[in-house]
């Protein structure tokens, strides 16, 4: 069982859809994240969660709305896409983000999601 | 903002060859540097990781060589196998964080049998 779980694996919808990415992770980490991978570019960190609080938001369009209920558990929100979006979706978790040196990111297989 | 150099965009070897992968990055006050692993239809997963306080950093078959003046850093796969077939990538801390990684743009890796 991989630590850090996300569903669904594939999504296809189109730009009026509105749909839901889910996250989940086992290994007691308090910090998670959402990273975008597009073909050819670096992946994007787009949020970050601490303890249930947002501390980052990369610049990321209102269409992208997370929602982190609890330190196991993160959801990414999708209403009125464009195709640009289309990409693969990734969630990591670590220890947490308050510590003095950095805590290695453990990724989920991501959501592969294509807009129409 | 910040940026990291990753070298080369693709690397075939032979089996049992070695293989090295270069980042070069822009941020003098980073401090840790993962490398990740990217399997086809997979997650990034992180091999190893190198911290600003040592210099080289060895796991079996990998090894890490950060040379902090120079700003670059390096992965090292040594007797490669078929399997470490995959995408690499480095990442470096960015902007003062100890949460906020950068990300190079990969290596795609080929061993062949």
């Known amino acids: 069982e991989t630590g850090v779980t996300q569903t669904p694996r594939h999504l296809v919808m189109g730009m009026t859809n509105k749909k839901s990415l889910k996250c989940e992770q086992h290994?007691?980490?308090?910090?998670m994240y959402w990273y975008k991978q597009s073909a050819k570019k670096p992946l994007e960190l787009m949020f970050v969660?601490?303890?249930?609080?947002?501390?980052e938001n990369n610049s990321v369009p209102s269409r992208f709305s997370p929602e982190c209920p609890n330190s196991s558990h993160l959801f990414l929100h999708l209403h009125t896409l464009q195709p640009e979006d289309s990409a693969l979706y990734l969630c990591?978790?670590?220890?947490?983000?308050?510590?003095?040196?950095?805590?290695?990111?453990?990724f989920g297989d991501g959501t592969r999601l294509s807009i129409l | 903002g910040e940026n990291v150099e990753q070298h080369p965009s693709t690397l075939s070897v032979q089996e049992g060859d070695s293989a090295v992968i270069k980042c070069t990055y822009s941020?003098?006050?980073?401090?840790?540097f993962p490398w990740y692993k990217q399997e086809l239809g997979k997650g990034p997963q992180l091999i190893i990781d190198?911290?600003?306080?040592?210099g080289e950093k060895k796991d079996q078959r990998i090894a890490v060589t950060l040379n902090k003046t120079a700003k670059h850093f390096s992965l090292h796969i040594t007797e490669t196998q078929p399997e470490d077939s995959a995408v690499y990538f480095c990442?470096?801390?960015?902007?003062?964080?100890?949460?906020?990684?950068?990300f190079g743009k990969g290596t795609l890796l080929t061993v062949n049998p």
């Open positions: 290994l007691g980490h308090n910090a």
């Open positions: 990442a470096f801390s960015s902007g003062g964080s100890n949460y906020k990684l950068t």
């Open positions: 969660y601490n303890f249930k609080e947002q501390t």
């Open positions: 941020d003098s006050a980073s401090n840790y």
């Open positions: 190198i911290r600003s306080n040592v």
């Open positions: 990591a978790s670590s220890q947490e983000t308050w510590q003095d040196s950095n805590q290695p990111q453990h």
